[in-house]
Each structure stands twice: as structure tokens, then as C-alpha cells.
């Protein structure tokens, strides 16, 4: 017989505000006058009619419970805080935490929102025993601070049942779980509310009295729908279920608990973004080459963020630092409500390794440089420089992808001060081309020419000029040049 486990997670939403809380909570980061609002009494409602569905300790005191109205709960307390419930975001968190467990167990079925089901047949075989599995699965869940109740059994419908009504049952005799499942009231079965009606109404009361019954009878009284679902539930019947296969990419959505103004405070928040992220790329033997940053905000367009690093890197304290440096020149349009993550490319980490025995220079590669240069200044602001097939000097280098192209970046020769060096130095270049040429209009005394440059006559920006290395009276090394007119200008300076 196959044993399953199955996980029932009754307050996520409520468990993710409190993980939420301690996650932003710090004396240095808190805005001043915020009181948190898990340090009152919370509670989350739902449904056409506003029934309470998770409360917490707090509320529990008050005499609030499960079920009932929110008219009837905020009369407990003025303090009371009121949440809506959202389904679609416990369904994201379930999804989260199969993919933590992912990484010590297989087979894993979701029943969003709030379950999970693990074959644990196929596992015992990886662990001593199951004692040995369940101890390493509970230690593993236990970092996530979700509260949970669990049981196994021998059918998944069994397990789900027992696990929402008893809590912790680690038992796998089947006669201890069998008796367990007998015991169960018959309001506990996931049936039809007109189902139910009519099976009390002949006198079952509980599950061990609807299973008396032979299924033979059970079809001739009641629809084959019953017939099926008892089957299932006692494992007659094979139960479909599909099992969870690890997301091929990364993408988190993270509430905060108030609205943030000052972009310093978001440190904490992404910080656990980023460590999830690092989890799911060594998950995967992966390295991340771009996120995508999304700030949420009241009142205004979500605001999205390209951070880069040409290297990759799965760390997630190296990306905290890239993000911070691009917050730091953003302004927002309204206050920060929520923030998103998401990585855009990955890729292999041994596609980064150039050279196993190459020496190691300094703490920050070059492309850890760029990396963080563009972060603080921007994309644009930080380029390459490749030669161009061009011998008119404005045109003989261009803009590529920092450290594109392979060789030596270009440099400026600076020039001696010894005259007897110049006929053995040939044609110098500048470090520092003008943005355009100017007029010469200071004098000059020349040292070094002329360079002759034609060229340019295929595109109809034919030049011809004849250059010189000059120096001006406040001492500077200037690149002069006279054109056909004999008229002077200087295009450049040395350094």
C-alpha cells in the first residue's frame, strides 16, 4: 500500500503578515510613529457575507472564531485589524514552499490554497526510516515559520481529512489510521452540502458508520458520486493526482506591511527576495545575469528596474548591493506598497570561467566593476570603446558592450618633455578627443609634424588636414590641425 503525507498549511496569509513583520522590523529601518499591525489583534475575512477565516492568538482571546461575521468580530475591539482575504496569494505561498521542500523530497501534489500531499513510499528508501524522513521534514518546514498540521494515510483523501482534523498524526500502522479515520465526523467528508443532508437524515454520524455500509448497498441507496468517493477514500480506487514540477524561472511578489517612502527601508524586504532567489539558482547549478526590480506603488504605475551583472552570480548579497546603488537614483511617483522580482536571464556558471589558473587580481573582477558602475550610473553612462575601420580621428573608435571586445582597452600616449625623443616616436594620438572641433584662436609653438590625414571622400564628409602636436602658453600638449583654407583648430589633448 502506498503512504502518503499531507501537509495542511489553515493560516497562511496571516502567517506571511507576521513573516512580513519581523522581516521589516528593525530599529533602524522602521519609520518613526509606525505601530506594526500584527501587534494587535488581526484577523482575515472572506466569502459574500465577511466571515472570519484565519485569526490569531490576540483575536482568539477577544472570543473571535472561525466563522464568525465581521460585524460581530470588530464589536470585540476597537484595535481589531481587518484583512481580505486573498486566495491567489496563498496559492503563489504553497507554491513557494513545495519548492523549499522540493529539495529533500520528490513527489509532491498541490492542492492549492492551503495543502500539500507528499508520496512518502518512494522516499523511505532515501532516509533510515520514516521517523529519520519525518524529523528532516519537519526540521526543513520549521525555517519557513508556517503553521501547519499534518497525518499520514494510507489514500490521499485520508490523509487530507486527518491531517485537517487531527493536526500531528505520525502513525502509519494502518490499523491505528484506519481506526483514526473511523472516528471522524461525517461533516469532515468533502461532499456536496445536499450529499451530507441526506446521509444524515438516514442516521450516519460518523465516518466509521458510513463505511459499515457495504459499497454494494451504498450504490443502491445514494449516486455513484458517493460510491466513487468512498472508494477513494478508503483507497479501493487509485486517487489522480499530479504531481509538482520545480518552475523553470523565478519570480516573487512580496506585500509590505505599510506603504514605504524612503527606498532605504526596502533593504530587509528584498534582502529575503534575494535569498529565495539564491535558493533557486543553486537549486539549479544557475546564475543570474539580469533581474527585473518592481516597485509597487499607490497611486502610479508599478515602476520596473533592470539590474545587470555581465558575470552572473547567484549570490545574494552581491546583488543586494547592485540594487541599492540602483535605488539610489530612483524617485518615486507614490508610496512603495509592494515589491516583485524576477530573473530575466540565467546562465551556466562554467560559462564564466575563462581560465581555471588565471591569477586573481584584486577583490572585484572587471566585469563586477561594470557591473556596479552601471548600477550607480546607469547602462548608458558606462560603455566600451572598439576601434572602427576609419582613419578620420572623431570616427576611428566607437561605443560597444563594456568588455565586448577582446585585447587591451584604447589609451592615450602621453608625451615627454625631452625634444630629442620626437623623430623616434612616429604619429602620437591624444588621450582626450574634444567633443567638437574648435577654432585655434591662442598661440601655439609646434613641436611634432605634419600628419597628413585625406580621407572621406566615399561618404561625402571628405576631410583633409594636416596635424601637429603643439603647445600653448599655460604649458598644455595640444593636437592641432590646418585644413585646406590654412585656417587652425585643435581636436584634441593630451594627458
Keep these: 500500500m502506498t503512504l502518503w503525507l499531507y501537509l495542511h498549511f489553515p493560516a497562511i496569509q496571516l502567517d506571511k503578515l507576521k513573516i512580513a513583520e519581523q522581516t521589516q ?17 488581526c484577523i482575515i475575512v472572506g466569502g459574500r457575507d465577511n466571515r472570519v477565516m484565519q485569526l490569531d492568538q490576540a483575536a482568539a482571546q477577544l472570543g473571535i472564531s ?4 465581521l460585524a460581530a468580530a470588530a464589536a470585540r475591539s476597537r484595535e481589531l485589524v481587518v484583512h481580505p482575504y486573498d486566495e491567489a496569494d496563498e496559492s503563489r505561498t504553497i507554491r513557494e514552499i513545495a519548492q523549499w521542500l522540493y529539495l529533500i523530497t520528490a513527489d509532491i501534489a498541490l492542492f492549492a490554497p492551503q495543502g500539500l500531499l507528499l508520496k512518502v513510499s518512494g522516499m523511505l528508501a532515501m532516509y533510515r526510516d520514516l521517523s529519520h524522513y519525518l524529523s528532516t521534514l519537519r526540521s526543513h518546514l520549521d525555517t519557513q515559520s508556517f503553521t501547519y498540521r ?5 489514500s490521499p483523501e485520508a490523509a487530507r481529512l486527518l491531517a485537517k482534523q487531527h493536526g500531528a498524526l505520525a502513525h502509519q500502522n494502518p490499523e491505528a489510521l484506519e481506526k483514526a479515520l473511523h472516528g471522524l465526523p461525517l461533516v469532515a467528508l468533502s461532499l456536496p452540502a445536499k450529499q451530507l443532508e441526506r446521509l444524515q437524515r438516514v442516521g450516519f454520524k460518523t465516518v466509521g458508520e458510513l463505511f459499515a455500509l457495504p459499497l454494494v448497498e451504498l450504490g443502491k441507496r445514494f449516486d455513484c458520486e458517493l460510491v466513487q468517493y468512498v472508494s477513494r477514500l478508503r483507497g479501493k480506487v487509485p486517487h489522480p493526482v499530479t504531481f509538482y514540477q520545480p518552475e523553470p524561472e523565478f519570480e516573487r ?7 514605504i517612502e524612503n527606498l532605504d527601508w526596502l533593504n530587509k524586504p528584498l534582502l529575503k527576495l534575494l535569498v529565495q532567489q539564491e535558493q533557486f539558482l543553486r537549486l539549479r547549478n544557475r546564475h543570474a545575469r539580469q533581474l527585473i526590480l518592481t516597485l509597487y506603488q499607490r497611486d502610479a504605475e508599478p515602476l520596473q528596474l533592470e539590474v545587470g551583472r555581465a558575470e552572473g552570480t547567484d549570490r545574494a548579497d552581491l546583488w543586494l548591493n547592485l540594487c541599492d546603488l540602483k535605488l539610489s537614483s530612483v524617485t518615486l511617483n507614490g508610496p512603495v506598497q509592494a515589491i516583485g522580482l524576477k530573473v530575466a536571464q540565467m546562465c551556466q556558471p562554467d560559462e564564466l570561467m575563462h581560465d581555471l589558473f588565471a591569477e586573481q587580481r ?3 573582477t572587471p566585469a563586477g566593476l561594470v557591473a556596479v558602475l552601471q548600477a550607480k550610473l546607469g547602462e548608458r553612462a558606462v560603455q566600451g570603446l572598439t576601434a572602427c575601420d576609419d582613419l578620420r580621428p572623431e570616427l576611428a573608435t566607437g561605443y560597444c558592450t563594456p568588455l565586448s571586445m577582446p585585447g587591451t582597452p584604447l589609451s592615450g600616449t602621453s608625451l615627454p618633455n625631452a625634444p630629442s625623443l620626437y623623430p623616434e616616436m612616429g604619429y602620437l594620438r591624444p588621450a582626450f578627443l574634444l567633443p567638437s572641433i574648435e577654432p585655434l584662436q591662442h598661440k601655439i609653438n609646434v613641436h611634432l609634424g605634419p600628419e597628413r590625414i585625406c580621407t572621406g571622400w566615399w ?6 588636414r594636416d596635424y601637429f602636436v603643439a603647445q600653448d ?22 594627458s
Design 473 to 494: 602658453a599655460q604649458g598644455r600638449w595640444l593636437w592641432v590641425f590646418r585644413d585646406r583654407q590654412q585656417r587652425w583648430f585643435c581636436h584634441g589633448v593630451f
Design 362 to 364: 584584486g577583490t572585484m
Design 66 to 69: 472561525t466563522g464568525m461575521g
Design 459 to 464: 561618404d561625402a564628409h571628405e576631410v583633409e
Design 150 to 154: 499534518f497525518a499520514f494515510g494510507y
Design 25 to 41: 522590523k528593525s530599529d533602524e529601518t522602521e519609520p518613526d510613529g509606525i505601530t506594526t499591525e500584527l501587534s494587535r489583534p
Design 253 to 259: 511578489y512580496l506585500p509590505l506591511l505599510y506603504d
